[in-house]
């Protein structure tokens, strides 16, 4: 099993950062693929960022040159650094890890609890 600690969500004023981060622990071989994904209220889960274990990048069109996601693969940890929030990138988000708990090459998704951002003056 494989737990997921999510922590770095808050409210802040348009045009103001944060920082999320997400600690993965447990029955950990290695780790795929880490990411980020959020929720606005009546919308569907999108992508935010993703990051491949040879350190390739993915955004969302939206993020793009205001995010930043990284990982410290000795603390198994996904970091995003939000810079110049908009009201729009409101939501929860969620982090997803995708794991082996063994030298076999079955892969697990697992989610955080979300982290709620709240974007307002």
């Known amino acids: 099993q494989v737990q997921l600690v999510e922590s770095g969500g808050g409210l802040v004023q348009p045009g103001g950062s944060l920082r999320l981060s997400c600690a993965a622990s447990?029955?950990?071989?290695?780790?795929?693929?880490m990411g980020w994904y959020r929720r606005a209220p009546g919308k569907q889960r999108e992508l935010v960022a993703a990051?491949?274990?040879?350190?390739?990048?993915n955004y969302a069109d939206s993020v793009k040159g205001r995010f930043t996601i990284s990982r410290d693969n000795a603390k198994n940890t996904v970091y995003l650094q939000m810079n110049s929030l908009k009201p729009e990138d409101t939501a929860a988000y969620y982090c997803n890890v995708r794991v082996r708990t063994s030298p076999s090459r079955v892969e697990y998704t697992y989610w955080g609890q979300g982290t709620q951002v709240t974007v307002s003056s």
């Open positions: 447990g029955s950990i071989f290695s780790i795929n693929v």
């Open positions: 990051i491949m274990s040879g350190s390739n990048t």
